[in-house]
Nanobody, 126 residues
Framework: QVQLVESGGGSVQAGGSLRLSCAAS????????MGWFRQAPGKEREGVAR????????IYADSVKGRFTISRDMAGNTLYLQMDSLKPEDTAMYYC???????????????????WGQGTQVTVSS
């Protein structure tokens, strides 16, 4: 079992930055695939960025490429999402997800992740 707790959300103006953190506890050694998703009101949950630890592969949604950076600490217990040049359309609840299988890292599908955090709200004003 793995528990994920997100933090770092808040309200910023367009062009600003935030750094989200996801603290993982439990059997984190096997969580090879970890990612960030977001869900805006009335919209489906969408992938933002994901990272596959064994290969170091990082995959980003087109909408955040060049602005967001996903990283994981050496111990593998904390996942980060550095968000720069934020836009109002980035406003959403952001969720951390993890799974031992690489499937989620290649597919980007929410259904391929078994472990989820409770989310942290990001609000970007124009």
């Amino acid at each position: 079992q793995v528990q994920l707790v997100e933090s770092g959300g808040g309200s910023v103006q367009a062009g600003g930055s935030l750094r989200l953190s996801c603290a993982a506890s439990g059997n984190t050694d096997s969580m090879y695939c970890m990612g960030w998703f977001r869900q805006a009101p009335g919209k489906e949950r969408e992938g933002v960025a994901r990272a596959y630890a064994p290969s170091g592969t990082r995959i980003y949604a087109d909408s955040v490429k060049g602005r967001f950076t996903i990283s994981r600490d050496m111990a593998g217990n904390t996942l980060y999402l550095q968000m720069d040049s934020l836009k109002p359309e980035d406003t959403a609840m952001y969720y951390c997800a993890a799974d031992p299988s690489p499937r989620g890292c290649w597919s980007g599908r929410t259904t391929d992740y078994n472990y989820w955090g409770q989310g942290t709200q990001v609000t970007v004003s124009s």
